[in-house]
């Protein structure tokens, strides 16, 4: 079966994802799944890189991603997801994994936000204006209902906002101060959230930079906040955020699973940090299949 971005985007809603990824990230954090860190391949003459993630937790699959984040005309990731039968090894479905991507992305930030942020959150701060800005802004509005919505960008905010309706802000320091919630997903290399922006009891979801020598938080902000992340292990590896932090972190898996307690108190200030993994995109993808063989229409 071959199942095209278009099938992907009839079948697949991020309310529906939100807890196949929260199922995901505690088989993950129990040890209940297989997944190596994921393997780059450097693509450095053209200033991307490809990237090869495995997984098996029931559903047998891996996904290839390509990350050139100089793009102009055309996106700066593409994906294709592979799922195999775990019994016999042999192939079950290829689809795309773009919008698989832009959407697992959003929902595991989502799920960090339900388990993390204040339950009486309010105001959503979003710093950049493209897919994971816009994925990032309907998974959100999921698990909190916000009443002011602030973006900003170096170029595109107020085509963001208007489209979107929300409010486009002149900085990032205006879309930040006062927030209960920040997005931070840019392809920055240098920080573009600093510390002394953040309110008592803010939540983070920083889903940029995402090679060790890339940073979007200044020490500020890693100092004043505790550190979630999707995976201790490719975490360390992959963020320079994290790697700069030099913290023990605490997997959100761990906290969906009863096994780490999520915010401690109402003015703590927390950051998850998602690199993405394979898991994700495996449980995604086996979701999506199970649908479409329903789907008398899709199945071919």
Not at 189 to 201: D, I, N, Q, T
Request: hydrophobic content about 45%; aromatic content about 6%.
């Amino acid at each position: 079966m071959f199942l095209s971005e278009s099938d992907v985007a009839r079948l697949l809603t991020v309310s529906e994802l939100v807890p196949v990824m929260e199922r995901a990230l505690a088989q993950f954090s129990t040890g209940n799944a297989v997944q190596p860190v994921r393997v780059v391949v450097q693509v450095a003459e053209h200033h991307g890189f490809m990237g090869v993630m495995p997984a098996y937790t029931g559903a047998l699959g891996a996904k290839l991603v390509t990350f050139f984040p100089n793009n102009q005309n055309v996106p700066t990731h593409h994906a294709t997801i592979v799922l195999f039968r775990p019994d016999t090894g042999e192939p079950l479905v290829t689809m795309g994994g773009q919008l698989i991507t832009e959407m697992r992305t959003a929902a595991v930030s989502a799920v960090a936000t339900h388990r993390l942020a204040r339950a009486d959150a309010k105001v959503l701060g979003i710093l950049g204006s493209g897919v994971q800005a816009r994925s990032h802004l309907h998974a959100l509005r999921t698990v909190r209902d916000f009443r002011d919505v602030r973006v900003w960008s170096p170029s595109h905010a107020n085509a963001f906002a208007d489209r979107f309706g929300v409010r486009a802000a002149t900085s990032a320091e205006e879309a930040v101060r006062g927030a209960d919630v920040v997005v931070v997903a840019t392809t920055s290399r240098a920080p573009v959230l600093f510390g002394e922006w953040l309110s008592p009891g803010a939540h983070v979801n920083a889903v940029g930079a995402v090679r060790p020598d890339w940073r979007e938080l200044d020490d500020e902000t890693l100092r004043r906040a505790r550190l979630f992340v999707d995976s201790r292990e490719a975490a360390f590896r992959e963020s320079g955020d994290v790697i700069a932090a030099g913290q023990a972190c605490t997997e959100i898996g761990e906290v969906v699973a009863g096994l780490r307690p999520g915010r401690t108190s109402a003015d703590e200030i927390t950051v998850f940090k998602s690199v993405g993994l394979g898991i994700e995109d495996v449980a995604a993808a086996d979701f999506v299949y199970r649908k479409a063989i329903a789907d008398a229409r899709i199945v071919r």
